[in-house]
């Protein structure tokens, strides 16, 4: 939700002009307050949900619900409150970012009922959530997003997602279907081209938007960061297919020194190019 007005920069604001970027910047913040209260409720409702398979689970089970620290009532008046409060949050900034994230809280919902069940259509309807973020925070602060972003915002959640369901499958081998269904419709060899093919569409259709987009600097400087996301996604998959948990992306992110290295790598290599622009 935040590629919004970081790609926006020098087209609808001047980091020397406070006044042009601070209300943005305020927007966004209020924006991922109301998206932080809707996904917390949308993992409260999933886990209450699975608490049964996730007792089962060997990371899962400590899960607050799962391990009996949430009980089941509490944690749905939880995610209630939650999704009716980041929902008017997010109308309160803007009608359509409020319908996007209203719509995002109600998919989510038919995910936690049946949808996880089904193969593909679950892991797309996660990566639509990607897309909705990016979405409602163009919205919220009145800036058009470059198609290409959402391409590759959506195959890089295809990416993750499918990289944590070919994980499970490899470690808990039969077991896994009792723990996610949906995987008994996988086949491994399946699973493996899916990673690859979206590993590819992700890094080819940033590639794109680096070049192509409005949004991006004109000279197409902001290719300069297409190595860093490209070695970041390699760097992950020589991780996952080496024997590292790919059930937990966010932990291989913020711990292997690789990956560190490119995002920061990245980022400072973009805000260059976006300040020089």
């Known amino acids: 939700m935040t590629a919004a007005l970081v790609f926006s920069a020098g087209d609808a604001w001047e980091l020397d002009n406070i006044d042009s970027w601070w209300p943005l910047l305020w927007r966004t913040l ?3 307050g ?3 209260a809707v996904a917390s409720a949308t993992y409260l409702i999933n886990d209450a949900a699975d608490r049964e398979r996730d007792r089962q ?3 899962k089970r400590h899960r607050p619900i799962a391990a009996g620290r949430l009980g089941v009532a509490s944690a749905l008046i939880m995610a209630v409150g939650l999704a009716l409060a980041g929902t008017a949050i997010a109308f309160g900034l803007d009608a ?3 319908a996007v994230v209203g719509g995002y809280f109600l998919v989510m919902l038919a995910y936690s009922g049946a949808l996880k069940a089904v193969p593909v259509l679950d892991v797309f309807l996660l990566s639509a959530g990607v897309v909705a973020r990016a979405v ?3 919205l919220a602060i009145e800036v058009e997003i470059s198609p290409w972003l959402y391409v590759c915002g959506g195959f890089g959640a295809f990416f993750l997602a499918t990289s944590k369901r070919w994980s499970e499958a490899r470690e808990l081998g039969d077991n896994a279907v009792i723990h996610r269904p949906a995987l008994a419709a996988y086949p491994s060899e399946v699973l493996s081209q899916m990673l690859t093919i979206s590993a590819a569409a992700a890094l080819l259709s940033y590639g794109v938007y680096t ?3 409005a949004n991006a600097p004109a000279n197409g400087a902001m290719a300069l960061t297409i190595p860093f996301v490209g070695a970041a996604m390699f760097r992950y998959l020589m991780l996952l297919q080496g024997r590292r948990s790919g059930d937990a992306p966010d932990q291989i992110l913020f711990t292997d020194p690789g990956i560190v290295a490119c995002v920061v790598g990245f980022v400072v290599t973009a805000t260059w190019v976006l300040l020089a622009n």
Request: include cysteine; proline fraction near 6%.
């Open 57 to 59: 689970h060997p990371r």
């Open 136 to 138: 409602s925070g163009g």
């Open 96 to 98: 359509g970012s409020g």
């Open 211 to 213: 070049i192509e987009s």
């Open 30 to 32: 209020v924006l991922f």
């Open 34 to 36: 109301a998206w932080c």
